[in-house]
């Protein structure tokens, strides 16, 4: 017999309104009902929380590298379930394991080992593989190394995704590498997520692939592209004009926050995306890491290339992201879960089960207290994670 339990009383932020003083039944993973205390269903699990707590829907992490000193390029098992585990402190329930530019065979190994073992993670879950690089724009590289950067090929990618078991579901690539659009093409038939990214493209480039509805996505807009011009626009203006969504890294470092509100204020909230792109140094002390072969420095929260500006990753986590929005724009609740949950659920061909709270969609949610800090994430009906000082009464 399935499990039945409720959650309550707090407050639920589903699509288009919040809940306040409810209860959230959950049934074999599935939310089956809202309701007041009155009205639970008899004899019930209850965890009982208080009114002034929140439930989010599951925070979607589509770009991430690494956390708590794992990354994704180990290639280990041990890795992947150390991210997962402590993206679910985060109020992460999905996420995409994160590759960077590497020699092709290792790429291979990287890719194998996510597809293999993806479903033994503890935490939050793996939805597939956001392949950034090797199919980049040296010129852009940011932290890529430009040793192993080569350019987009049909036959190449083919070989990686035989390699992941075809759990590629996003690409990262300089399109205007991609001579004839073929390794876009390709993808956008196979149903894969063409994200224009480490790109020098022109503004003209740019709109004739936007034209031919080739792009879908922006990795982490603004930084890795060329800048904006008055008299070269350049891809992030045409971007902007665009219906694709775009990655945001809401650090403080990678973007101004107002930048940030810029973009907010012209594009909407249906099209932005929140990102870690965190590395393994996050959560950790301030040292030297490595990120993709490449050797990092972290100072206050600020990753750079050993030797270089160039920034590299984050140490970021999407809870402290959206914290953040909230903080710099003044945004709401519903606002704040598209931004980290429902337009990304919308993007990957998750939504019909995750990104949103509502009925007869997947339990995957967090729970904020009154001081923003998440206190219990929950992915398909499990507890994945407990804060310490949350006291329930079961």
């Known amino acids: 017999m399935e499990k039945t339990w409720c959650i309550g009383p707090l407050q639920i932020v589903r699509e288009q309104r919040i809940e306040d003083d409810c209860y959230a039944v959950i049934e074999g993973g599935k939310i089956v009902q809202f309701c007041k205390r009155g009205e639970l269903p008899e004899q019930v699990e209850l965890v009982e929380t208080k009114t002034a707590y929140k439930m989010m829907p599951g925070m979607i992490d589509q770009h991430i590298h690494g956390i708590s000193g794992a990354d994704v390029m180990d290639g280990e098992e041990s890795s992947l379930n150390t991210i997962s585990t402590a993206l679910a402190k985060h109020g992460v329930t999905t996420f995409l394991a994160t590759t960077m530019t590497a020699e092709e065979n290792q790429i291979k190994r990287v890719v194998q080992a996510i597809a293999n073992k ?11 593989i956001h392949l950034e690089g090797p199919f980049i724009n040296p010129i852009q590289k940011g932290a890529q190394s430009d040793q192993f950067i080569i350019k987009p090929s049909v036959d190449k990618f083919d070989h990686i995704n ?13 399109a205007e590498q991609d001579k004839g659009h073929k390794l876009a093409t390709y993808l956008k038939h196979n149903g894969i997520v063409v994200s224009i990214g480490h790109s020098d493209a022109t503004y003209a480039e740019t709109k ?10 922006a990795t982490h807009f603004c930084n890795g592209m060329r800048p904006i011009h008055h008299r070269e626009p350049g891809l992030q203006v045409a971007l902007m004009q ?14 101004h926050p107002d930048m940030i509100r810029f973009i907010y204020d012209t594009i909407g909230e249906d099209r932005m995306i929140l990102i870690s792109d965190s590395m393994r140094a996050t959560g950790l002390t301030d040292g030297i890491y490595d990120l993709g072969g490449q050797q990092v420095r972290v100072e206050d ?11 590299a990753g984050s140490t970021l986590n999407l809870n402290k992201a959206r914290k953040n929005m909230k903080d710099w724009l003044g945004i709401s609740d519903v606002t704040l879960a598209k931004l980290t949950a429902t337009n990304s659920a919308k993007l990957l061909g998750l939504f019909e089960n995750k990104g949103s709270i509502e009925i007869d969609k997947d339990a995957d949610f967090y729970i904020v207290n009154e001081n ?5 994430t ?9 804060n310490s000082n949350f006291k329930r009464r079961d």
């Open 118 to 128: 993806k479903n033994n993670v503890k935490g939050a879950k793996i939805a597939g």
């Open 162 to 174: 035989r390699s992941a078991h075809y759990e590629i579901k996003l690409v990262t690539l300089a």
């Open 208 to 217: 004739a692939l936007l034209g031919q509805q080739l792009i879908q996505n």
């Open 242 to 255: 665009s219906e694709c969504m775009l990655e945001i890294i809401a650090d403080g470092f990678h973007i």
């Open 301 to 311: 929260g600020l990753c750079k290339l050993v030797g270089s500006d160039a920034l």
């Open 372 to 376: 923003e800090e998440v206190v219990l």
């Open 378 to 386: 929950v992915s398909e009906g499990n507890i994945i994670y407990e």
